[in-house]
Every structure is written in structure tokens, then in C-alpha cells.
Nanobody
Framework: QVQLVESGGGSVQAGGSLRLSCAAS????????MAWFRQAPGKEREGVAA??????YYADSVKGRFTVSQDNARNRLYLQMNNLKSEDTAMYYC???????????????????WGQGTQVTVSK
């Protein structure tokens, strides 16, 4: 049974940093996209960042501030978030897409597995 479990969310002031972690069990990625999505209240879920065979992809809104990485030996995905802004406030989700077409990484409907989410709240 595949499980993705996020951790590391919390409340910070604008300009602060957080590091999210996603632990995968029952699953090892080989030809998969691993991604972070977020969803703010009343908004659509949006792709934040993805990693595929070591190449990384970001939404324009987080470029230069967020960094996605993975530890294949430990089956973990990370999202380092720096210079956080109030508009980054959302529930953050880890997701996996098997045999992905990376050009479409930001489309949530392509993903096969999801975590339960971790809340990030940024105050001004």
C-alpha cells in the first residue's frame, strides 16, 4: 500500500523559512514525477514544484524562493521554502505521478498518489 506522508508545516512570519518533508512508503520512484502542490481556501489546487530524474520545475510564483529535492535512498521528497510571503499560505500536498510526462507536471489530475497535506501559514 502506497503512503505519502507530509510533515514540516507550521506558522511563520513573512520572510521566514520552512522545510517540508514527504516520506514515501510502499513505493519507490523510478520513472516518476514527484511534486508539491498547494491549495488555499477558495482556490484551485496549484502545482508548486516538481522533480524528475534530478531536473526541477517551479511555478513562477515561487521561483528563486523554493527548492525541491529528493533523497532516493530514504524515499523522501523535500521542499525548502525561503522568503515566505502571506500568499504562500495554503495546505501543501506531496504527490507522485508514475511514468509521467514532465511537461504536464503542474496538472494535479495526472497524479496517482497524494499525501494528506500539511498546513503552512505565513503572517504579515
Amino acid at each position: 500500500q502506497v503512503q505519502l506522508v507530509e510533515s514540516g508545516g507550521g506558522s511563520v512570519q513573512a520572510g521566514g523559512s520552512l522545510r517540508l518533508s514527504c516520506a514515501a512508503s510502499g513505493y519507490t520512484w523510478r520513472t516518476d514525477c514527484m511534486a508539491w502542490f498547494r491549495q488555499a481556501p477558495g482556490k484551485e489546487r496549484e502545482g508548486v514544484a516538481a522533480i524528475y530524474f534530478g531536473s526541477t520545475y517551479y511555478a513562477d510564483s515561487v521561483k528563486g524562493r523554493f527548492t525541491v529535492s529528493q533523497d532516493n535512498a530514504r524515499n523522501r521528497l523535500y521542499l525548502q521554502m525561503n522568503n515566505l510571503k502571506s500568499e504562500d499560505t495554503a495546505m501543501y500536498y506531496c504527490a507522485a505521478w508514475r511514468y509521467c510526462s514532465v511537461a504536464y507536471w503542474s496538472n494535479q489530475h495526472n497524479y496517482d498518489y497524494w499525501g494528506q497535506g500539511t498546513q503552512v501559514t505565513v503572517s504579515k
